[in-house]
């Protein structure tokens, strides 16, 4: 009897660490998706870019929570402030960073992951 009651232990142990693995896993693969549409959405659907930051819970399921950063982006190659916007003669190439991040509560702690590009557009200098 002690042996049994050894062994539904240990097995219990291995069984309810594997389900929150796959809890777990499955957190993370839903919020990749969910960061995923976010950044396409403003990628692709956003009429303008302007240094701006946006936070919200996603409709669907309210249990994530979303930010979304969009910057100006200067390469880190040592270059002086007056050089970061290159001109030409239709208008200023002009480079944002957009991140966006997604978090959930999964217990008592917090989880989350970021997801991070850069967008490279023409704004016309007239």
Known sequence: MTILAIAMSSLYRVFGGTLYTIKSAESYAH??????????EILYEKGSFAPETSTGKFEANERFTWESVIEEYVAPI???EEDTVYSNSVGDIVTYKVSVKVGWMEGQKERGLELATLKTILEDSR
């Open 31 to 40: 919020a990749t998706v969910l960061a995923e549409r976010m950044m396409n």
């Open 78 to 80: 040592g270059r002086a």
